[in-house]
């Protein structure tokens, strides 16, 4: 389904609720059947959803076995991620029946990815916590507008007699009302984790809690619109917010521990949306991407493959020079790929690839002001890093020569050709 189609059933909702207060008159128990059905719905829809969601995910695992299957990519990848990926002896029960004997030991290990993952498994606790928390939601705001439950009436009188019922209310409707849109969003992005699912109902209990608190700092006519607004902040910032609060009021003083500033935005490409993505994947410096597994990132984000490529392939080139990477871009080299290429031509039997390649090396030295040795030897680590020669095989695989362009070698391009750092 379409998003416009998700659209047009969040649409009917408003409609139900009128249409039974309407029944209500008339029909008394009918009314009070299809306010219950509203009860149900955030746990249905979610339900659908997922189901949908699945679908999605199985032609997305599809693209990625077609991928492994590309040529000697997956023995490529064992060799770069073998470590971390085959050190579990045992691997997780749903996995193992989603397993026959007949599967390949690529189809086997991009099970194991994908269980590990998006396994049903993971997403029943998030979707029963929403299904719960959503329904609780819309029965006190049903119970509390004086709608007919027919809830025993000790239990209705003291939702409504609840103290600061209006914000509390509104500070769990804009909490509700993000997370529908959330979900929405991260649907139609391909990005819909069980963390994702698990944000929503702890942004409603977080938001119950704090909207109130919160608002009370406003004449009680803004009260409602201010606790609607805190529910539409991200789970994060409430987070920080109370606790930097809390810290304040109990004079409480934190060591600041020496930690690296965020640099995922010095890569070229990467814009505040993929930045996010790479957060919620725990990726938070270029150090961490350099070695990510790419494989896993186009599974787990809506990051285009050949972006999910270079990206990695710049992050590995800064590890190398840090903020200099910009004066290499002169000469043709964007990435760890290009600057590793150079290697062969330094090793080349003739003479004269080996003296544009001496030529280049030269003038690479002299624009960052770092001996040739230096420049050397970073081109050598390159070409025999085992995440350099995974990229590198993805980027030249001849069977995927329609899809990815591989980035041409540098070390063939003349030195005449090359910016004089001096000038």
Request: charged letters at 20%.
């Amino acid at each position: 389904m379409k998003l416009r189609h998700w659209l047009i059933v969040l649409a009917a909702v408003p409609t139900i609720a009128v249409v039974s207060l309407l029944l209500f008159q008339q029909y008394r128990y009918i009314g009070t059947i299809l306010l219950w059905v509203l009860v149900l719905f955030p746990g249905v829809f979610l339900a659908i959803l997922n189901q949908e969601y699945r679908n999605i995910l199985q032609g997305r695992k599809d693209e990625i076995l077609s991928i492994m299957r590309r040529g000697n990519t997956f023995a490529v990848y064992l060799k770069a991620f073998e470590s971390s990926e085959f050190s579990k002896s045992s691997e997780s029960s749903e996995s193992s029946k989603n397993k026959s004997s007949e599967k390949t030991p690529i189809e086997k290990t991009m099970d194991r990815l994908f269980y590990r993952k998006f396994g049903r498994s993971k997403y029943r606790f998030p979707l029963g916590m929403n299904a719960f928390v959503g329904g609780l939601f819309v029965l006190l705001i049903l119970v509390w507008s004086g709608a007919p439950m027919h809830l025993p009436a000790d239990i209705a009188n003291r939702i409504r007699d609840l103290p600061q019922a209006t914000t509390v209310m509104a500070g769990l409707a804009g909490a509700f009302c993000w997370g529908l849109y959330d979900v929405l969003r991260r649907f139609e992005a391909v990005d819909l984790s069980p963390c994702a699912l698990h944000s929503i109902w702890l942004r409603m209990l977080v938001t119950s809690v704090l909207a109130p608190m919160l608002s009370g700092a406003f004449t009680e006519s803004l009260r409602p619109g201010i606790a609607f607004a805190i529910g539409l902040f991200p789970t994060k910032e409430l987070f920080d917010f109370a606790r930097g609060q809390a810290r304040k009021h109990l004079n409480m003083t934190m060591s600041a521990q020496p930690a690296e500033l965020p640099n995922l935005h010095k890569l070229q490409g990467l814009s505040e949306g993929m930045v996010d993505r790479l957060l919620d994947q725990g990726i938070e410096s270029v150090a961490q991407l350099a070695t990510a597994d790419p494989i896993k990132l186009l599974l787990r984000t809506n990051i285009e493959w050949k972006t999910i490529l270079d990206v990695i392939d710049e992050a590995i080139l800064f590890n190398y020079f840090d903020d200099d990477v910009s004066k290499l871009r002169p000469f043709g080299i964007r990435g760890a790929i290009e600057l590793a290429s150079i290697q062969d031509a330094l090793a080349d039997n003739d003479v004269n690839e080996r003296q544009k390649a001496e030529g280049l090396v030269s003038n690479i030295a002299s624009a960052l002001q770092k001996p040739e040795s230096a420049i050397k030897n970073a081109i050598l680590n390159a070409h025999e890093d085992v995440q350099v020669d995974f990229l590198w095989n993805l980027w030249g695989d001849s069977d995927a020569a329609d899809e990815l362009q591989a980035p041409q070698p540098v070390g063939l391009v003349s030195t005449e050709l090359l910016p004089n750092p001096e000038d």
